[in-house]
């Protein structure tokens, strides 16, 4: 039962594409508890889109924990990869670029966008 705890993570490959990783967090038991260590975070806020929200191609900005509460929402790659997140889910996203290249939202980046017939409701914390 003390295997790594798995988050689907949106990241940005060398090249500054973003893409999707899956990342590992180790577990410790602690009683009958399987914990990972502490993970900080800067603050949380409460999300709800409609029906049919959708973003152009944009990136994360600060890396976020998204547990999706209720509700579904896809996410795109430019490469066409999407993956679709549904109550329980969750993921990290945290594609963003170096200073040194500017983004381009024809090249970087992911969207997103409810789908489905219910609303998103959604946590995001800011790690």
Do not use: C, W
Not at 18 to 43: C, H
Not at 46 to 53: E, N, P, Q, V
Not at 74 to 85: A, R, S, T, V, Y
């Amino acid at each position: 039962m003390n295997q790594p705890f798995t988050v689907t993570t949106i990241t940005t490959n060398e090249l500054g594409i973003s893409i999707f990783l899956d990342i590992n967090f180790e577990v410790q038991q602690r009683g009958g508890l399987f914990l990972t260590e502490q993970i900080a975070s800067k603050n949380f806020r409460i999300r709800k889109s409609d029906i049919g929200y959708t973003t152009d191609f944009h990136l994360s900005g600060d890396a976020t924990f998204i547990i999706i509460q209720k509700g579904s929402l896809k996410i795109e790659l430019q490469n066409g990869d999407f993956k679709i997140f549904s109550s329980g889910d969750f993921f990290i996203a945290k594609d963003n670029l170096p200073s040194t290249i500017v983004f381009d939202n024809k090249i970087h980046g992911h969207k997103a966008s409810v789908i489905g017939n219910e609303v998103l409701q959604a946590i995001h914390i800011k790690l």
